[in-house]
């Protein structure tokens, strides 16, 4: 894991590493990989990926509205909003 | 040597459903901002996901719709991207297990039926808006539409050109609203476009594709198709290389531009999402679907060939969205006459509602009414230009009764021959000339000279007299 | 009062010998009194407990109060409570007031339980040693110079304390059983699936689950019923009968069958907590159970799939953390970037971004397959181990740790020192089983936790064969000292 590496995770996942961070950042994320890396020893043909723990399936729910209009309760707690909207820096596409 | 374009679609189909695909949020069109936005679409932490039947119903009609396998089992992937309108940086989308396989639709062009054939299907979450007004420098961000359910539809590079890709995407377009599982309201975004394209030397292996994503009318889809594949020549004609990106379309300024911010974060890093359970279509779950499939457009377009004796150009147009088909079976049942409700709904009510800019939906003469109209027509009771009055005064809230306004208007036909016979004289009397001239030529003329007599016997009667009595009655004056 | 059993303290409230007002005033005061030691909680909620124990007094005084009703307890805060600050341990959310209750929340809340406030915990539930809280580490009641274990520590502490008579809590990979272990407490991970997820701020939602902490295992079957109603509002809760886990808890043990796992007995572990944990074997044994050794050959792979899933999906979980609609914004953000960017990296923690940095890792184009692949058929592998021991046996028992508490900073340095904390616990996560620990005896004069695993919705059995150890022996009774 180099910092090459590290800043593109980094920007993958919108978190910034100081630069006099990366190495012990990349160091301590490779023990980890290094720790994982077991399981490339495994063999696993023929093996169903497990992403569940419960062999169930979904319930599905009725199209009836449940949901009352909680704007002034949920934009209270946010850090930036006007006339009803959140506010975020102008986005371009 | 020529060019060949190879052209696929991908369209987002906002379904009708009244809630979203994993909150019971109202999905209605047009409500203020975040005012339909519940702690699970705005990702407020430890909410979770509860999917909704009817979106899973509706995916599955379409499904039945293009001759796809349905499968039986599904699961949602996580889609991990950040923007402001993706509330939990990930949207819920299905990746390795859609719920719709592959099938085709046929559509007609010039070159006669062609089979586009559908990748897959699947279901997921839309999401919010950005708007772009100026808040100090700030955008807003609204999480109404955020989770309303949507169809990915994805076609196979099958077209050649933007006619054949508009007439897919029209075709889509009828096939879910006659489905009814989508409102088909363009202009709200309901069904949105994204075209891939590319082209190549005949034989050689695929170009470099772009992107050009959501167009959201025929026109500016054909028009963008046009803009990118005329660009894509002259740019490797000139020695240039087409890279693979995301373009927009502005269908005001006629111009496309490359997207650059959906460059970067191409990493979507999809795994199985957590939060959701395999959903398993059961027999009793399709057979439910099966029983509530729609006639389809096809189908009914040759039911009105074979029932009502409608020209198949009739057929398709009066069939075609779901709609008009509803609109049109209505008049025809209740005047009794499908032939003459063809006509007025591809003639004077397509033409009001083009003059006025409305569509179908908001017309305010209802199916009902005209039916009532053409009924009264046809039984005598009033001419066909009467009809055109009563539908003029009906569409401008004169009233709502047909009858009741034939009578307030004073709009029955003329059947009474002496008060017709009065009128005639007084046209021939004041038109001496004109019926000197009638009676002196020669046979072959006679009928064309004619026009101008029962043209003004018509307008004294203000549209009323019975036109062949007073066809008869003219003939007999003038003769 | 707060050396009573919760059956006793309910029976006294019915029976209005003591009044919900008394109880709750009683651990107020403690936790105002000793918790400067623990810090085991963030947030006391004074004015909100009275108000509740009033109304529950209230209740009670009508005579048809449910059975919890007027009991104090303390939350975990991981659990959104409305209008009371949660914050996960993080400072991302140390602004943040839910609008809306976890679905466990409203249950006690309906069920008249008074809390009391909420507990300390690694930021996010990432850790086992509860140093990763932006409020700072909780302290080992035995031993303040040790952590209480992790992610939970809070609510173990607390509960070892007594400053509360139990404690919800939440386990991702041990965060209930490592840190009960620990303080020397009984702790209950239900069955995957039994507990609604509905308001617990998601870590790995494919492994988390709340569950509850106590004194006793009598203590957990008491509260248990409240905590398992189904919840619609959690597509992953399964929507199984309940049954009532106070009224099986005097069956004898005779004839069951209690696998002993080879792997749980291996190199790394402290021998004093194995000679305690092989005497709770005897003690079973002495007491009509059969033991059997059983083998779950997969067992050394739990940790590295556990630290590709996990990451993989707090990656994804910690993504509606950027600043917009909620928590920590950074201060006058330049563009989309920088706000997403700083208020981040301002407001999550080094562990948390360190398993937000491998999550995305081993989901990323090219690592997929080799990664996170592997460790969901890994992970299969794991859980048809137990599946076939559960052909064998009734239930499994082992360590619920590798030893006791160990000092403050002794395994920051190296996180996969700290991740071989659950080597033992984290298994039962992947496979979705049920898991408690219960104490068992002393290390180095530290609690020693003995793990059960039960099968799928065996809660009912393991509380009993709980019960049943804790009516022969006293190691549950045995509390830290100072905390009078």
Known sequence: MDADQIEKLAKLARLNIAPDQVAEVADRISNVLRMVDQLQALDTTGVAPMSHPLDAVSRLRADVVTEPNVREAFMAIAPACEDGLYLVPKVID | MPWETVIGLEVHVQLATKTKIFSGSSTAFGAEPNTQACAIDLAMPGTLPTPNAEAFKMAAMFGLGINAEINRRSHFERKNYFYPDLPKGYQTTQLAQPIVGAGFMEIETSSGLKKVRIHHAHLEEDAGKSLHEDFHGMSGIDLNRAGTPLIEVVSEPDMSNAEEAVAFA??????????????????????????????????????????????????????????????????????????????????????????????????????????LLPVVLDDTFLDAVRAAMPELPEAKAARYQSDYGLPAYDAGILSNDRLTSIYFETAAKISGQPKLAANWVMGEVAAQLNRHEITLKDCPVSAEQLGQIIARIFDGTITSKSGKTLFDAIWADEGDDADALIKSKGLQQMNDSSALEKIIDEIIAANATQAEAYRAAPEDKKAKMLGFFTGQAMKASKGQANPQQLNALLLAKLN | ??????????????????????????????????????????????????????????????????????????????????????SCGSKMLDNFIPPYNATIVENYLNAGVVMLGKTNM?????????????????????????????????????????????????????????????????????????????????????????????????????????????????????????????????????????????EYFGAGLHPQTEAAVKAALAQFESMGATLVEITLPHSALSVPAYYVIAPAECSANLSRFDGVRYGHRCKDPQDLEDLYRRSRTEGFGDEVKRRILVGSYALSAGYYDAYFTKAQQARRLIQEDFVAAFKQVDLILGPTCPGPAFAFGSKTKDPVAMYLEDIYTIATNLAGLPGMSIPCGLADGLPVGLQIIGNYFAEGLMLNAARQYQQATSFHTLAPANIA
Request: aromatic share 6%; with cysteine; net charge neutral.
């Open chain 2, 170 to 275: 029209k075709k889509l377009h009828a096939l879910v609203t006659a489905l009814g599982i989508c409102d088909g309201e363009m202009s709200q975004g309901s069904l949105r476009f994204d075209v891939n394209i590319s082209v190549r030397r005949p034989g050689e292996p695929l170009g470099t594709r772009t992107e050009t994503k959501n167009l959201n009318s025929f026109k500016f889809m054909e028009e963008a198709i046009e803009l990118e594949v005329e660009r894509q020549i002259t740019l490797i004609e000139s020695g240039g290389k087409v890279i693979q990106e995301t373009r927009l379309y502005n269908g005001d300024t006629k111009k496309a531009r490359s997207m650059r911010s959906k460059e970067d974060s191409n990493d979507y890093r999809y795994f199985p999402c957590p939060d």
């Open chain 3, 1 to 86: 009062m707060h050396n009573q059993s919760i059956a006793s303290l309910l029976a006294q409230l019915h029976s209005r010998a003591i009044s919900s007002r008394e109880l709750t005033t009683h651990y107020l005061e403690r936790i105002k009194r000793l918790d400067p030691q623990y810090n085991s909680f963030v947030t006391l909620t004074e004015d909100q407990a009275l108000k509740q124990a009033d109304a529950a007094d209230s209740l009670l005084a009508q005579g048809n109060a449910h059975a919890l009703c007027g009991l104090p307890i303390a939350h975990k805060d991981i659990f959104c409570t409305e209008g009371v600050r949660t």
């Open chain 3, 122 to 262: 690694d930021e996010f539930a990432m850790g086992s040693s509860n140093e990763t809280s932006y409020y700072g580490p909780v302290k080992n009641p035995w031993n303040v110079g040790c952590v209480p274990g992790g992610s939970s520590g809070g609510s173990a502490a607390a509960v070892a304390a007594r400053l509360a008579p139990a404690a919800t809590a939440s386990d991702t990979g041990g965060s209930i059983r490592q840190p009960a272990s620990l303080c020397g407490i009984s702790g209950i991970k239900p069955t995957y699936g039994r507990i609604s997820r509905w308001g617990m701020i998601a870590f790995a939602s494919s492994l988390d689950q709340a569950g509850l902490m106590a004194t006793s295992a009598e203590d957990l079957s008491l509260l248990l019923n409240t905590l398992t109603s189904f919840d619609a509002k959690d597509a992953t809760c399964i929507d199984e009968p309940i049954p009532n886990y106070a009224s099986t808890l005097s069956q004898p043990l005779k004839g069951l069958k209690i696998g002993v796992p080879v």
